[in-house]
């Protein structure tokens, strides 16, 4: 495992997969995003909350060891969500270089307790998505529960938060939501899940420039080497060679902190 200093990289940039789904698309997919030259962390989702059952709820410990290994091809360090004590376990086991709790965990204080108390004794580095509600104590009480277990490094990602209705992106950014955290956490790096806010390839870029904008510290955004056929959130991946081409549009501001 690798410390990992959130503030030593700005812009942080997080991707890979939604979900690894075989060795060969985790693995050819991270080779693909490394050879970019453009990302920091890879990530790949091994245990998929999705809302109902019987959709993939993906490969368990296996996809560990794939990221392990794709970790060791690319030289580059891996993510991935954990929402259990055992997930936070065995990502530790297999040398995860970082974890987040995902957008319905962060609503659950219970889950988010449960996976501090795992966290007690490690400086595994942690970001904590917002809550699927638009209620910022909620992310507020989830940073520090973490905080409280003795984990230094924490970050924060806003993935936009779940709204009833047509939109034009999966979830309702609420930049103002994210601005309020900010002011309320300003030591925190943020960085901004363009893919689960938009939930489509189309506003990726425009969502992830706003972001910048906003004098985010970086970005976690969804590559796969064949978005189409993904088991999970394929309207929303892109190919690692369109992943280069959004990051290379993407206009950084110096942060003013
Ligand atoms: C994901 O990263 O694939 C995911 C499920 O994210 P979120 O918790 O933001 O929905
Ligand atoms: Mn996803």
Request: charged share 20%; hydrophobic share 40%; net charge neutral.
């Amino acid at each position: 495992m690798k410390t990992f200093d959130l503030k030593a990289k700005r812009p942080l940039i997080i991707s890979g997969p939604c979900s690894a789904e075989t060795e060969e698309q985790t693995i050819e997919t991270c080779k693909q995003i490394a050879a970019t030259g453009m990302v920091d962390v890879l990530r790949a989702g091994i245990w998929k909350p999705r809302t109902k059952p019987g959709s993939f709820e993906g490969v368990g410990l296996k996809g560990l060891a794939w990221m392990s290994e794709a970790r060791k091809e690319t030289g580059l360090p891996f993510g991935l969500e954990v929402a259990t004590a055992k997930h936070v376990e065995a990502a530790l086991e297999f040398g995860a270089d970082m974890l987040w709790i995902g957008a319905r965990s962060t609503g659950n204080p219970f889950s988010v307790q449960e996976i501090a108390d795992a966290l007690k004794g490690t400086d595994i580095t942690v970001l904590v998505k917002n809550p699927m509600t638009p209620d910022l104590d909620l992310w507020v009480g989830a940073v520090t529960r973490i905080r409280n277990a003795g984990i230094k490094n924490v970050g924060l990602i806003h993935r936009g938060f779940s709204a009833y209705g047509a939109s034009l992106y999966r979830n309702n950014p609420m930049w103002h939501l994210a601005i309020e955290m900010r002011s309320r956490m300003p030591e925190l790096p943020m960085i901004c899940d363009p893919s689960h806010i938009c939930g489509n390839r189309t506003y990726l870029q425009e969502v992830a420039q706003k972001s910048a904008d906003l004098y985010y510290d970086g970005l976690i955004l969804e590559s796969h080497i064949c978005p189409a056929k993904a088991w999970s959130d394929a309207s929303q991946q892109v190919t690692p060679s369109d992943l280069e081409t959004l990051l290379r549009s993407i206009v950084w501001r110096q942060s003013t902190a």
